[in-house]
């Protein structure tokens, strides 16, 4: 077994600048792996090969990132991220069966994001309806809750980050900060 690791700064800290940093997404020409050939559910080395291909993609489109769609044209997921977006008030974000990574992050935010009162669906997303959401984020255990400003350069929303990301970004950093008695049993000291 090999254990990869290396430093990382956050994204998301209370008071971190980057935060708030614009980014701008495409849909990638580049499909989701299905389930069929490369079991997504399985966080391995050989799924980010098709990451590297859609970010790839996006930098030399002038993005900063890419969504994936899977094999049925339905929304996946970023290229190293769950998504979920917001759309009248609820949270919602693509099933197993869209070809995503089964993320422990993904899990503790449909977990927690009802505490703060927003229902949270699991459901199949169209692309139109993430042109339409409004407000979208990554969730991941690098990049943590990280907002998208626009997807195809449709923006999302008014605001940017939208309030409903930033309340679960702020709920999710207190979270891992061991400041929720509810989630302490999440967190292994070191």
């Known amino acids: 077994m ?33 389930s069929d050939a490369l079991p997504p559910q399985a966080k391995s080395w050989a799924n980010y090969a098709n990451s590297q291909l859609a970010i790839r993609e996006a930098k030399r489109c002038g993005y900063d990132n890419a969504v994936f769609l899977d094999s049925r044209g339905f929304v996946s997921e970023g290229t190293l991220a769950c998504l979920m977006m917001v759309r009248e008030g609820k949270v919602i974000t693509p099933p197993v069966s869209a070809s995503i990574l089964e993320s422990v992050t993904r899990g503790a935010f449909i977990e927690f994001i009802p505490d703060l009162g927003y229902p949270v669906e699991v459901r199949d997303v169209t692309r139109v309806e993430l042109y339409a959401s409004d407000e979208a984020f990554l969730c991941g255990t690098g990049g943590e809750c990280t907002p998208i400003t626009s997807v195809d350069d449709i923006k999302l929303g008014k605001e940017y980050p939208g309030p409903i990301t930033k309340e679960i970004a702020a709920y999710y950093s207190d979270i891992v900060a061991g400041n929720v008695q509810k989630y302490k049993h999440w967190l292994t000291p070191v």
């Open 2 to 34: 090999v254990v990869p690791v290396w430093p990382f700064d956050t994204l998301l800290g209370k008071n971190n600048p980057s935060f708030r940093n614009e980014r701008r997404f495409m849909v990638s020409s580049w499909r989701r792996v299905s």
